[in-house]
């Protein structure tokens, strides 16, 4: 925790640090703080200074840096340093306030929190300062007394007060300037490359020992230090006096335009009516193909080429649909890996998903892309990569996703992008600490996901697209084992429900053996279409065609006449062609039968079957006699062999040759489940998909009332430290002084710990606070504070 911060912290009003809990929602994550020192030692927290980095626009990033190079930056010296009026950096700095990545001293001196500074190691291609280089224990009192007799100042005094002046002369352009007059000739030219391509560069260390030489003389008037022999570096005020006056840090206060175009908006949300009904009917196609026809993969991993363009042929998808919805049903876990099918399956949560109603399926697999860290539809070198295979990039793709939506949604309303160039120039400037190689890279394949998805349309974002992007910040990670906020957020779910509300649950049947849907089926209706007709169109308006194999072929699963017609008047009017042909493909169905059988049972004696086949106890197997001497059972032959030897009889086994195979017993294989396959060959436990599908994260406290609770608490508190010992050692008789201590430090430092109460009853706990004879302190069973009576602990552990 930075004392610094902390300090500030307890001077602010309760509108800036409910700005400062609502932009760094990390800090108020369960268990949520109480206390501001606990706040200051999140805020502070190095992974989540990362985070928050990454949600800030460039100009916040230009100033940080600028920051770290001057020395007691205040709002005016940054200004100046930059170039630019005050009242262009006053907005910036105050967003870096607001996420407590810096703040101002009483002084007006900026601080920046620790985490900051080790994202540049090197802040606007400059080196350490040379306080760094000459307080260095490897520079001697004579090589200091040395370097002041070269810059011209008096060589007596302590080596504190020599630094500092040797420092302002190098610090000061006109001085440098004075010392390079008398320099070897090229010694400006090759100081210039490490002002400017610095501040570390590679050089030949014979040179640095060489008299005459450039390289000697800026290492002896301290202008070039050397960490090792071949590499030389230039401290931070050396190369901002080469820079010159003039020299100003790179500042875009401005974004960058989006060339856009005009576009119909009742057009894009005609097209999201259509794509966001199709993308539930597909998906449902897809799994219900994989439950036929489990989806091998490759020995290398992923779904290979051949099966994705059988799978899109199988089912109608385009191919560049099929890929992209594998990839989501994965990530939603709608479709995992099944050792015993040996391939990829539907899961439970799928049959689950399919009864849900159409918007929240389509929140579900929306949610799912949000957050999956794959792009399905991005090329490389000309090629996509392997469906569900390893992807490197991982989260840096997910974070463009969630970069490209919110630059979309500030777009006007009624424009769509004209120029995706101009788009990414827009998104690097909102996100800067994305790479900007695979920005470029995976940007057009968000669009053409968003697209798919019904996000976008005409390269405008449809409503659908902005309730997602409002999103961007609680997206969650693709191996949640909850349900994130997203598919729940209100927003979101009144445009899913919008987006399907013109889904058409009924057909026109015509004479011509035709079904006509005009508009959007419902994955309902489709779903009943596709099983007894062929679909012959899709868009505006889908076409199916009834024909006698494909009533034949719902015959086959299980449907009667009367079933099959009864469930089409139900969507429609049946006309009489329709039900002749269905009618006579019925009675016509089944004139030849074929029969699966488990195996063969011979024998030379028909008696001996004859009395196999009446047997009681073996009525499970099914036994029928076919001939005299051959009997069928509808178990397989291990199954029936078991029995038969049970039984009394000595039956062996036969191959298919007809030769008498007996082969040593093995253990049986142990079970094993579903375990759900993500993309990047990230696998899930089967508990992560079976949790039930309301599961949710607890949520955080509301910013503004935790503020306010925070600021009360800090008042109250005044006076109160240095009682938890006291309190503990008086109150908790029943623990020893080691676990009094290790109480303590629930209290002082909010670290876990395992407690006993007297009546057995166990509790994991961190983030305490004494209350009169109470402890109360977050419980990680409960999810939330409650109170243990310091009395009755009778145990404390140290909880890993």
Same mark, same amino acid.
């Given at each position: 925790?930075?004392?610094?911060?902390?300090?500030?912290?307890?001077?602010?009003?309760?509108?800036?640090?409910?700005?400062?809990?609502?932009? &760094?929602?990390?800090?108020?994550?369960?268990?949520?703080?109480?206390?501001?020192?606990?706040?200051?030692?999140?805020?502070?927290?190095?992974?989540?200074?990362?985070? /928050?980095?990454?949600?800030?626009?460039?100009?916040?990033?230009?100033?940080?840096?600028? #920051?770290?190079?001057?020395?007691?930056?205040?709002?005016?010296?940054?200004?100046?340093?930059?170039?630019?009026?005050?009242?262009?950096?006053?907005?910036?700095?105050?967003?870096?306030?607001?996420?407590?990545?810096?703040?101002?001293?009483?002084?007006?001196?900026?601080?920046?929190?620790?985490?900051?500074?080790?994202?540049?190691?090197?802040?606007?291609?400059?080196?350490?300062?040379?306080?760094?280089?000459?307080?260095?224990?490897?520079?001697?009192?004579?090589?200091?007394?040395?370097?002041?007799?070269?810059?011209?100042?008096?060589?007596?005094?302590?080596?504190?007060?020599?630094?500092?002046?040797?420092?302002?002369?190098?610090?000061?352009?006109?001085?440098?300037?004075?010392?390079?007059?008398?320099?070897?000739?090229?010694?400006?030219?090759?100081?210039?490359?490490?002002? +400017?391509?610095?501040?570390?560069?590679?050089?030949?260390?014979?040179?640095?020992?060489?008299?005459?030489?450039?390289?000697?003389?800026?290492?002896?008037?301290?202008?070039?230090?050397?960490?090792?022999?071949?590499?030389?570096?230039?401290?931070?005020?050396?190369?901002?006096?080469?820079?010159?006056?003039?020299?100003?840090?790179?500042?875009?206060?401005?974004?960058?335009?989006?060339?856009?175009?005009?576009?119909?908006?009742?057009?894009?949300?005609?097209?999201?009516?259509?794509?966001?009904?199709?993308?539930?009917?597909? #998906?449902?196609?897809?799994?219900?193909?994989?439950?036929?026809?489990?989806?091998?993969?490759?020995?290398?991993?992923?779904?290979?080429?051949?099966?994705?363009?059988?799978?899109?042929?199988?089912?109608?998808?385009?191919?560049?649909?099929?890929?992209?919805?594998?990839?989501? #049903?994965?990530?939603?876990?709608?479709?995992?890996?099944?050792?015993?099918?040996?391939?990829?399956?539907?899961?439970?949560?799928?049959?689950?998903?399919?009864?849900?109603?159409?918007?929240?399926?389509?929140?579900?697999?929306?949610?799912? +892309?949000?957050?999956?860290? &794959?792009?399905?539809?991005?090329?490389?070198?000309?090629?996509?990569?392997?469906?569900?295979?390893?992807?490197?990039?991982?989260?840096?793709?997910?974070?463009?996703?969630?970069?490209?939506?919110?630059?979309?949604?500030?777009?006007?309303?009624?424009?769509?992008?004209?120029?995706?160039?101009?788009?990414?120039?827009?998104?690097?400037?909102?996100?800067?600490?994305?790479?900007?190689?695979?920005? /470029?890279? #995976?940007?057009?394949?968000?669009?053409?996901?968003?697209?798919?998805?019904?996000?976008?349309?005409?390269?405008?974002?449809?409503?659908?697209?902005?309730?997602?992007?409002?999103?961007?910040?609680?997206?969650?990670?693709?191996?949640?084992?909850?349900?994130?906020?997203?598919?729940?957020?209100?927003?979101?779910?009144?445009?899913?429900?919008?987006?399907?509300?013109?889904?058409?649950?009924?057909?026109?049947?015509?004479?011509?053996?035709?079904?006509?849907?005009?508009?959007?089926?419902?994955?309902?209706?489709?779903?009943?279409?596709?099983?007894?007709?062929?679909?012959?169109?899709?868009?505006?308006?889908?076409?199916?065609?009834?024909?006698?194999?494909?009533?034949?072929?719902?015959?086959?699963?299980?449907?009667?006449?009367?079933?099959?017609?009864?469930?089409?008047?139900?969507?429609?009017?049946?006309?009489?062609?329709?039900?002749?042909?269905?009618?006579?493909?019925?009675?016509?169905?089944?004139?030849?039968?074929?029969?699966?059988?488990?195996?063969?049972?011979?024998?030379?004696?028909?008696?001996?079957?004859?009395?196999?086949?009446?047997?009681?106890?073996?009525?499970?197997?099914?036994?029928?006699?076919?001939?005299?001497?051959?009997?069928?059972?509808?178990?397989?032959?291990?199954?029936?062999?078991?029995?038969?030897?049970?039984?009394?009889?000595?039956?062996?086994?036969?191959?298919?040759?007809?030769?008498?195979?007996?082969?040593?017993?093995?253990?049986?294989?142990?079970?094993?489940?579903?375990?759900?396959?993500?993309?990047?060959?990230?696998?899930?436990?089967?508990?992560?998909?079976?949790?039930?599908?309301?599961?949710?994260?607890?949520?955080?406290?509301?910013?503004?009332?935790?503020?306010?609770?925070?600021?009360?608490?800090?008042?109250?508190?005044?006076?109160?430290?240095?009682?938890?010992?006291?309190?503990?050692?008086?109150?908790?008789?029943?623990?020893?002084?080691?676990?009094?201590?290790?109480?303590?430090?629930?209290?002082?430092?909010?670290?876990?710990?395992?407690?006993?109460?007297?009546?057995?009853?166990?509790?994991?706990?961190?983030?305490?606070?004494?209350?009169?004879?109470?402890?109360?302190?977050?419980?990680?069973?409960?999810?939330?504070?409650?109170?243990?009576?310091?009395?009755?602990?009778?145990?404390?552990?140290?909880?890993?």
């Amino acid at each position: 925790m930075e004392d610094h911060l902390l300090g500030w912290l307890r001077t602010l009003d309760e509108d800036r640090l409910a700005r400062i809990l609502a932009n &760094r929602p990390d800090a108020i994550s369960a268990p949520w703080p109480r206390r501001l020192d606990t706040l200051a030692q999140r805020l502070s927290n190095g992974f989540a200074v990362m985070e /928050a980095l990454r949600t800030l626009p460039l100009p916040c990033l230009q100033l940080a840096e600028s #920051c770290l190079v001057l020395r007691d930056p205040t709002p005016a010296r940054l200004a100046q340093f930059l170039g630019a009026p005050a009242a262009a950096v006053t907005p910036w700095l105050d967003l870096l306030y607001d996420h407590a990545l810096a703040w101002p001293g009483a002084d007006g001196v900026i601080h920046l929190t620790e985490g900051v500074s080790r994202w540049w190691s090197a802040p606007l291609g400059l080196g350490e300062p040379l306080d760094h280089h000459l307080s260095s224990w490897t520079i001697s009192n004579d090589a200091l007394r040395a370097l002041a007799r070269r810059l011209g100042l008096p060589p007596h005094g302590n080596k504190r007060r020599t630094v500092t002046r040797a420092a302002e002369v190098l610090a000061d352009p006109a001085r440098v300037a004075a010392l390079l007059e008398d320099a070897p000739e090229g010694t400006r030219a090759f100081l210039d490359r490490f002002a +400017w391509e610095g501040p570390a560069r590679d050089v030949d260390g014979g040179r640095f020992v060489t008299p005459g030489t450039p390289e000697k003389w800026a290492a002896d008037h301290g202008m070039l230090y050397r960490p090792n022999w071949n590499v030389a570096e230039m401290p931070r005020e050396v190369a901002l006096c080469l820079r010159g006056p003039g020299y100003h840090p790179p500042f875009a206060p401005d974004a960058p335009e989006v060339a856009t175009i005009p576009v119909d908006p009742e057009e894009v949300d005609h097209l999201m009516t259509l794509a966001a009904p199709h993308v539930v009917e597909r #998906c449902a196609a897809l799994l219900d193909n994989a439950s036929k026809t489990p989806l091998p993969l490759l020995k290398t991993g992923g779904v290979g080429v051949r099966e994705v363009r059988r799978v899109a042929r199988e089912t109608g998808c385009d191919e560049d649909e099929t890929r992209l919805l594998l990839e989501v #049903c994965a990530v939603a876990r709608l479709l995992a890996w099944d050792d015993k099918s040996g391939g990829m399956v539907p899961t439970e949560r799928f049959d689950r998903w399919r009864l849900d109603e159409g918007a929240a399926r389509l929140r579900v697999l929306l949610s799912a +892309w949000w957050r999956m860290e &794959r792009s399905s539809l991005r090329r490389s070198d000309g090629k996509y990569g392997t469906v569900l295979g390893d992807d490197p990039a991982g989260s840096a793709i997910a974070r463009v996703r969630r970069a490209v939506l919110p630059v979309l949604a500030r777009l006007p309303d009624g424009t769509a992008v004209a120029d995706r160039a101009s788009l990414v120039r827009a998104v690097h400037w909102h996100a800067p600490l994305l790479d900007q190689a695979l920005l /470029a890279d #995976c940007a057009p394949a968000v669009l053409d996901e968003a697209t798919l998805l019904g996000l976008l349309a005409r390269e405008a974002l449809t409503d659908l697209g902005r309730a997602l992007a409002a999103l961007a910040g609680r997206a969650g990670d693709e191996n949640d084992d909850c349900v994130p906020h997203v598919e729940h957020d209100p927003g979101l779910v009144e445009a899913s429900t919008r987006a399907l509300a013109g889904v058409r649950r009924s057909a026109l049947f015509g004479p011509d053996l035709t079904a006509v849907v005009t508009g959007p089926p419902s994955a309902e209706l489709a779903a009943l279409l596709d099983r007894v007709a062929e679909r012959e169109s899709r868009g505006a308006a889908s076409v199916w065609r009834f024909t006698t194999e494909s009533v034949r072929r719902a015959l086959d699963r299980g449907y009667d006449a009367d079933e099959l017609l009864g469930e089409l008047a139900e969507v429609g009017t049946v006309p009489q062609p329709l039900d002749y042909l269905v009618r006579d493909t019925a009675r016509r169905h089944g004139e030849v039968t074929v029969t699966s059988v488990g195996c063969v049972v011979q024998a030379s004696d028909p008696a001996l079957l004859a009395e196999i086949a009446g047997h009681r106890r073996l009525a499970r197997l099914g036994l029928r006699l076919l001939a005299p001497t051959v009997l069928v059972s509808a178990a397989d032959a291990e199954r029936t062999l078991a029995a038969l030897r049970e039984n009394g009889y000595a039956p062996v086994p036969v191959s298919d040759t007809g030769e008498i195979t007996i082969r040593r017993a093995r253990a049986d294989d142990p079970p094993h489940g579903r375990l759900v396959l993500l993309p990047g060959g990230h696998v899930a436990e089967p508990a992560a998909f079976e949790a039930p599908a309301h599961a949710l994260a607890e949520p955080a406290p509301d910013p503004r009332e935790h503020a306010r609770r925070l600021i009360e608490t800090s008042r109250a508190e005044s006076g109160t430290q240095g009682r938890t010992w006291a309190v503990i050692g008086r109150m908790a008789t029943r623990l020893s002084t080691a676990q009094q201590s290790l109480l303590g430090f629930v209290v002082d430092r909010g670290v876990r710990a395992g407690i006993t109460l007297t009546d057995g009853l166990t509790a994991t706990i961190s983030h305490g606070e004494l209350r009169g004879g109470a402890l109360d302190a977050w419980c990680e069973e409960a999810g939330d504070y409650l109170e243990f009576p310091l009395a009755e602990i009778v145990e404390v552990r140290g909880a890993y």
